[in-house]
């Protein structure tokens, strides 16, 4: 069965309306004709070149990814350029490229953060940063874990719930701490702080902090730091995201999510203890 990658698009945006998008973000559609069919389509977080490798192998007709190709203006795509070619290798194995970025994060239900949020297992879980517009979008969540227990023992939770990652799972803050209220973000997180500390959060879960807004919360009362690989704390909506494609159109295309790890962090070396 095929249908219209038109049709996929429309369900697409159903899904994670552009309207939630930062002013900033370039989501949509990359390339594809909007005319062509498509029997299946593949999700990934990242556009690389691992990814474009998969979906040549699997004669995928689209590729949805979290991450954009393209976050600036470009006069060209020539085939010369990184990101060029990987357009032209699309374009020639007959495959689109949709990007869902900061409008599936803010999205309610089948989003970024919700799907973190259920990853961990959260209960209750609802936007830490409530869009005007709609209370049920947003960015972040916070919800309540099934059991209280230490920052040692969510630390190694979250690890254990996410993919694993060279970096792994560093936590800040008294490891015998007990938590039960969370908060996360999936990505770059960390100007939500303030917002979990509101909250109530015992804990943000987020990634890419940094090392000064790290210590300056370790100096105040709020919540412990929880800080997760950027493309592990992502990873968890492209299931999400792939079977409610699927289910949106009764099952008429085929769905997969990608096989290629393209967190960019490849080694970790620990001292001797």
């Known amino acids: 069965m095929t249908v219209q990658l038109g049709k996929v698009l429309a369900a697409l945006d159903a899904r994670y309306d552009p309207a939630l998008a930062e002013s900033w973000d370039a989501v949509g559609l990359v390339c594809g004709d909007p005319a062509e069919p498509v029997r299946s389509v593949l999700f990934a977080v990242d556009p690389t070149t691992a990814v474009v490798d998969e979906v040549v192998a699997t ?3 689209l590729l949805v990814t979290h991450h954009p190709l393209f976050l600036t203006p470009v006069h060209g795509v020539p085939a010369d350029d990184p990101r060029g070619r990987l357009v032209h290798r699309l ?5 689109a490229l949709f990007v869902a970025h900061t409008n599936a994060d803010r999205a309610p239900g089948w989003g970024v953060n919700d799907a973190l949020a259920g990853a961990l297992g959260l209960e209750d879980a609802v936007p830490l940063e409530p869009s005007p517009a709609d209370p049920r979008a947003g960015l972040g969540r916070v919800g309540r874990l099934a059991e209280p227990m230490t920052l ?3 630390a190694a939770h979250a690890a254990a719930a996410l993919p694993a990652t060279a970096g792994g799972v560093r936590a800040a803050g008294d490891p015998e701490r007990t938590i039960t209220t969370v908060a996360v973000c999936g990505g770059s997180g960390g100007s939500l702080l303030g917002a979990a500390a509101a909250a109530g959060a015992d804990v943000l879960l987020t990634s890419d902090l940094k090392h000064h807004p790290v210590s300056d919360a370790r ?4 919540p412990a730091l929880c800080d997760v690989a950027h493309w592990a704390s992502e990873w968890p909506w492209l299931p999400v995201a792939a079977d409610r494609l699927r289910r949106d159109l009764d099952g008429a295309v085929e769905v997969a999510v990608s096989t290629r790890r393209t967190d960019p962090w490849s080694l970790r070396a620990d001292a001797p203890r």
């Open 152 to 154: 040692r023992a969510f």
């Open 219 to 222: 100096e105040v009362p709020g």
């Open 91 to 95: 374009v020639r194995a007959g495959a």
């Open 59 to 61: 004669g995928a007709q």
